[in-house]
């Protein structure tokens, strides 16, 4: 826990905890009505688990969600049972057959439910935890719970006397049972043994939680046809049948941070490839691992230089979504979908050195960085992945996910570079351009996943209070530098 249980009741055994309520940082409500509101507050502002390739066999190691939630009573209000719930679930949803025999394949999956129950009329364990297991601070002074409810005792009192007025000596209160009505072992109708439920003063009440995630769990996943979804809900039971039970739902964002393990592994990216069997084109990325937002340096080198041109350079990312079903019986695909990531004109070569100079300086400085080494041309370029400003626009033409590790939503890239060439040939002055591409499989992850997220608070000693972040965590997306 991130502190040690306060004493069960307001007492002068620590007046550093009572003497005013901590601030909880980045709360959020998740129930309100007139008698009370619930908010809850995490220590981490997201689940981080350990990134890792598909076939590394090591074990996963848990990620651990921590936080508070916070039951703030405007009006004395009367509760059953004050709870909470992390679960999470997988669904696949896709439409198929020939029209105008529609079908759906769906598919649910559960991967757990977590339950706290910090506070249950019924059990005298939990009842103990009245009127706050963790911390409580009243406006004012704490009236422990008798017997009878005071409301109800003065109201009875008063209708009592009503009645001995008018009819004195007549009325006398109506038990069950045989035995005597001032025997203590009398059932009374207001005994604590048989209400179901406790009255909560004015105040503000803190419960911390934990709970523990396996690392082999997928990650927060939403697409078209598919999600992965981790919810964390707020339960309070309040009795009568007029009165109906407040539940508070709560996302959370579970991510997937590269570990420095799966970093050591990280390999360049090298492909090339011949055309015409004449002229050899390579391209070489520093990595094979990428955040949303971030900077892909290319570098592409052409040989022999003096004799191709080249018209015009494209960076794709193609990405890939596969369905399946639990029983992995049932599969659905849908089509590649290519996001241009970068487009510029360029004339890399020509049989006179000094014009080509001449052209870079004019045409290609601005977004290329050229060599030339005699036999050899290479160029550089930055490619920028699309960012949350781009991902969650209306226009979904850019959006991109990131890699999954579930196994019925598979997401997979690969960066595709297309170069436009043509032969420099004085016999054919016509020219004709030709395409051709190198592509290569390559990983994207959360652009949550930040140093700065990486970083888990510290715990804190049990005198003193949980350190929140003081802000919003903000992720690593900016916007692009069109170059």
């Not at 009505?33 to 997201?46: F, K």
């Not at 990280?266 to 990325?285: C, D, G, L, T």
């Not at 992945?385 to 939503?409: K, Q």
Request: proline letters at 8%; a positive charge; glycine letters at 4%.
């Amino acid at each position: 826990m991130l502190s040690d249980p306060a004493p069960k009741h307001s007492s002068d055994s620590n007046p550093r905890l009572y003497s005013a309520f901590p601030p909880l940082l980045n709360e959020k409500v998740i129930i309100k009505t007139n008698e009370l509101s619930v908010s809850i507050a995490l220590a981490e502002p997201m689940l981080c688990l350990q990134w890792h390739y598909p076939d590394d066999p090591s074990e996963k190691t848990p990620a651990v969600l921590r936080g508070q939630m916070h039951l703030h009573v405007t009006k004395p209000v009367q509760i059953k049972t004050i709870g909470i719930r992390f679960r999470s679930q997988g669904h696949t949803d896709w439409p198929g057959g020939i029209p105008p025999n529609w079908t759906h394949v769906h598919d649910k999956q559960n991967f757990f439910v977590h339950k706290h129950v910090y506070f249950n009329c019924k059990d005298a364990s939990l009842m103990q935890n009245n009127p706050g297991r963790h911390y409580c601070h009243h406006t004012n002074t704490v009236v422990p719970v008798t017997a009878e409810d005071s409301m109800l005792a003065k109201g009875r009192t008063l209708y009592l006397k009503s009645i001995e007025g008018i009819f004195p000596g007549r009325h006398q209160p109506t038990y069950t049972g045989n035995k005597h009505p001032r025997s203590k072992q009398n059932s009374h109708p207001y005994d604590s043994k048989h209400r179901n439920y406790a009255v909560f003063a004015v105040g503000k009440y803190r419960y911390n939680f934990e709970f523990i995630v396996d690392g082999s769990l997928p990650e927060t996943i939403e697409t078209r046809f598919g999600s992965v979804r981790y919810v964390l809900e707020a339960v309070i039971e309040r009795p009568g049948l007029l009165q109906s039970n407040l539940l508070g739902t709560m996302e959370i964002l579970v991510i997937r941070i590269p570990t420095e393990a799966s970093l050591a592994r990280m390999e360049p990216i090298v492909n090339s490839r011949n055309w015409k069997s004449q002229i050899y084109y390579s391209i070489a990325i520093p990595g094979n691992l990428f955040p949303l937002s971030s900077q892909i340096p290319i570098t592409f080198r052409l040989t022999p230089p003096t004799d191709v041109e080249c018209h015009r350079i494209k960076v794709y990312v193609v990405e890939t979504i596969q369905y399946w079903t639990a029983n992995k019986n049932i599969s659905h695909s849908r089509p590649a979908k290519m996001v241009l990531l970068f487009d510029r004109a360029c004339f890399v070569a020509v049989p006179e050195k000094e014009k080509m100079v001449d052209h870079i300086r004019t045409d290609m400085t601005q977004w290329l960085e050229y060599n030339h080494y005699g036999d050899q041309a290479e160029g550089k370029f930055n490619v920028h992945l699309p960012g949350c400003h781009e991902i969650n626009s209306r226009c979904g033409s850019r959006r991109l996910h990131c890699d999954t590790m579930y196994g019925n939503i598979k997401i997979s890239h690969r960066i595709k570079v297309t170069f436009f060439l043509s032969q420099n040939n004085q016999k054919t002055p016509s020219k004709r351009v030709s395409e051709v591409s190198l592509e290569s499989p390559f990983y994207i992850i959360s652009c949550q996943a930040t140093q700065a997220n990486m970083q888990l608070s510290a715990y804190t000693r049990p005198t003193s209070d949980p350190i929140f972040p003081a802000e919003d965590t903000k992720c690593g997306c900016s916007e692009p530098n069109r170059n």
